[in-house]
Nanobody
Framework: QLQLVESGGGLVQPGGSLRLSCAAPGFTLATYAIGWFRQAPGKEREGVSC????????YYSDSVKGRFTIARDKAKNTMYLHMNTLEPENTAVYYCAAVFQVTDSLFTGSYYLVAKSYDFWGQGTQVTVSS
């Protein structure tokens, strides 16, 4: 059973940056499509970014486009979410999620920025943006 482990959350001031990591000990993350989601108190879980198994396709929600970047490090078997110019509204628990081998032709943002499209989830890492 794939287990995802997020790290890198914390407290950051508005305008600051954080890098979240997602690892899967014992599994090759490159064979999975990965999504990053977040959930703020009292709100629905929302898709932030996703990337196909090959890494050729990536999508972002409109609210983070241009500020967040999803990336793979195959050598380290780790996924990242680089978050820049953070805003208080970005405060949430951030989750990574995975689904096995999605071909590029089937990988669309409209589907893979939706939580129900994923089979495996991490425990989440808290990001708090506050002065």
């Amino acid at each position: 059973q794939l287990q995802l482990v997020e790290s890198g959350g914390g407290l950051v001031q508005p305008g600051g940056s954080l890098r979240l990591s997602c690892a899967a000990p014992g599994f090759t993350l490159a064979t999975y499509a990965i999504g990053w989601f977040r959930q703020a108190p009292g709100k629905e879980r929302e898709g932030v970014s996703c990337i196909s198994s090959s890494g050729a396709k990536a999508y972002y929600s409109d609210s983070v486009k241009g500020r967040f970047t999803i990336a793979r490090d195959k050598a380290k078997n780790t996924m990242y979410l680089h978050m820049n110019t953070l805003e208080p509204e970005n405060t949430a628990v951030y989750y990574c999620a995975a689904v096995f081998q999605v071909t590029d032709s089937l990988f669309t943002g409209s589907y893979y920025l939706v939580a129900k499209s994923y089979d495996f989830w991490g425990q989440g890492t808290q990001v708090t943006v506050s002065s």
